[in-house]
C-alpha cells in the first residue's frame, strides 16, 4: 500500500533535528516499501525505518540501566514495570501510561518517538497494512457488538514500551493476547551487538497437541513443542511488525553474552466499539 509523504493529519511538533510529522512520513514511507513475509506467519521487517539522524538522538539517551534516562525514567515512573510472565531481566516502562508531567522529564528523543509510535496515523496505517490477516478479526468483534451495519467503529488503544533485555532474559514461544492487533518491535542495537538477539519466530511441531491457551495468548509454547525458524537481524534502526494471529508464535532464548536487547515495543489493542450516535434530523 502506498504512504502518504506528508498531511494534516501528521503533527508539527519538533524536539530535535526533525519534526514529529517527517519522522512519521519517513516510517510510513519506509513500511511501504518492506515486503511482507508469510513464513511462518505474516510479518515485515523494514530496515531504515526512522530518518537517521533521529535514529541517533535516540540511540544517545535510551534507556539502559545506570545511565541518566534509566534513572529520570525509574523516578518518575517510581520503578520499571514488571509485567506478568516476564522475566525480571527485562526492564520495561510504557511511556504512554505515564501522566504527562512524568512523560515531559524524559529527554526529549525520547518524547518524541512515544508520539510518533502512539499516533492514530501509524495505528491505522499497520492495521491496513496487516488487513489480509485482521479483517476476519474486526468484523466478527463488530458482528459480536452489533455494528458491523457500519453504525459503530473499532477504539484502537496504543501503547509504546522501552525495553532493556539484560543477560539471562529469555520469552518463551507465544503469541500475544487475543485484544492485540498489531506489535511493533524497533531495535536500538548497539553498533557490535550480535544480530541473532533478534526476536525468533516460530511454528509447531506437526505432531503437538496446542493448548486452546496458548493460540488465544494465554500461555507459552513448551521449547522442546516448537519449530525456530531463527531470528529476524537485531540491526539498528530496523523494526519487526506483525499482526496478532493464533499462528503468529514468537520469543527469545536466553539472551547470553555481554550485549543486552534494547528496543522499543508499540502495541495497538482494540479497546472496543465506539458506538455513532446517530445525528437527530429536521424538526
Known sequence: ???????????????????????????????????????????????????????????????????????????????????????????????????????????????????????????????????????????????????ADGAGGLDVRRSCEMIYDATGFELRPHTDGNKKLVTALIYIAGADAPETLGTHLYGIKPDVEVPAAVLKGGAYLDWDDAIDHGAVPYRRNCMLMFPRTPRSLHGVPVVEGEYPRRLIQASFLHGGIVREVPTAGPA
Not at 41 to 66: K, Q, T
Open 1 to 147: 500500500m502506498s504512504a502518504p509523504a506528508s498531511g494534516p493529519d501528521l503533527p508539527g511538533k519538533k524536539d530535535g533535528s526533525q519534526t514529529d510529522g517527517a519522522i512519521l512520513a519517513h516510517m510510513l514511507r519506509a513500511i511501504a516499501a518492506a515486503p511482507t513475509r508469510t513464513d511462518p506467519f505474516d510479518h515485515a521487517y523494514v530496515e531504515n525505518v526512522f530518518p537517521e539522524a533521529f535514529y541517533a538522538e535516540l540511540e544517545a539517551v535510551f534507556p539502559a540501566p545506570g545511565n541518566a534516562t534509566a534513572a529520570v525514567m525509574t523516578r518518575t515512573a517510581d520503578r520499571w514495570a514488571e509485567r506478568e510472565g516476564y522475566s525480571d531481566r527485562r526492564l520495561t516502562i510504557d511511556t504512554a501510561a505515564l501522566p504527562a508531567e512524568q512523560l515531559g522529564a524524559l529527554p526529549p528523543p525520547i518524547r518524541q518517538a512515544h508520539r510518533v509510535m502512539t499516533h492514530p496515523t501509524l495505528a491505522q496505517y499497520l492495521i491496513q497494512h496487516f488487513a489480509s490477516a485482521l479483517t476476519p478479526v474486526l468484523h466478527a468483534l463488530l458482528t459480536r457488538a452489533g455494528a
